[in-house]
């Protein structure tokens, strides 16, 4: 009876550490485990609602330069138009595409067109900024900035941060 039970021991040991592999390989390869890694692809302009806002008709090449940044796409053929794709791939989730376009008369912007823009830079929050609703849900997300001389200068009876 000895000599039996020990190869069973032996096979049921076996069997139960190839299906411990099993299970164990299989939950490294699915969700969002990052394996295998797949690196975000990011490329174009990132244009933010912000800086859409401040353009104006009548603005100068180098102006509209400073508030957009260097444009993507500048066709030689047509110098009126500068393009401005932004195209995010992240490794885990959807594809993010976006579309911006000014238009120029001689060195004078003319117009400007393209999709809604976040409202915010790709480093300030992870979600996509497109709906202007903040973190509570009710209305938009503000900058605090301080008001006041004690804001600035600190209130009575604060010391100063080493240095």
Known sequence: MLTTARPFYSILRAAMAGTLLVLVLTACGSGKWGFPYRPDIQQGNWITSEQVAQLQ?????????????????????????WDYPY?????????????????????????????????????????TGMDGIGSSGTEPDTLITPSSDAAVHGAPGQSEPLR
């Open 57 to 81: 008709p009548g603005m100068t090449r180098d102006q509209v330069r400073y508030i957009l940044s260097t444009p993507t796409l500048q066709n030689v053929f047509r110098e009126d138009r």
């Open 87 to 127: 195209y995010n791939k992240p490794g885990y989730g959807e594809t993010q595409q976006r579309q911006f376009t000014v238009w120029f008369e001689g060195d004078t912007l003319i117009r400007w067109s393209g999709d809604d823009q976040p409202n915010r830079q790709p480093f300030e929050r992870a979600d």
